[in-house]
């Protein structure tokens, strides 16, 4: 499915494409850390909208964070380490060895 902002990205592995990977932890049933999605995408995205299809009958927690309001909270009580955050370029990878998907990107936090 695309939309005028892009296309949509399912997490339900029915949805995708012959030899595509679900080695992403979004595929998976277990709870996650607080984390970014997709920075292994060359332009992550901007915003992101959860819907879900079935609700979960027994846990389906979600933790969310607002990470602009973190990052200006750093950024005025310690802006040295905001600093190093904007500058330190990192890398960040999707690996699938089963089916040698190979995402990466790179930048600052």
Not at 89 to 103: A, K, M
Request: net charge negative.
């Amino acid at each position: 499915l695309r939309t005028l902002f892009g296309n949509v990205w399912s997490t339900h592995s029915s949805d995708m494409a012959n030899n595509a990977s679900t080695a992403d932890s979004a595929y998976g049933n277990g709870a996650l850390p607080l984390h970014t999605d997709m920075t292994y995408f060359r332009d992550p995205p901007g915003l992101q909208i959860f819907t879900m299809v079935h609700p979960a009958t027994k846990g389906g927690e979600s933790i969310f964070a607002d990470g602009f309001a973190a990052a200006e909270r750093l950024r005025t009580t310690d802006p040295e380490s905001f600093d190093v955050l904007c500058s330190t370029i990192r890398r960040y990878r999707s690996l699938d060895y089963d089916t040698g998907w190979h995402l990466e990107g790179k930048g600052p936090v």
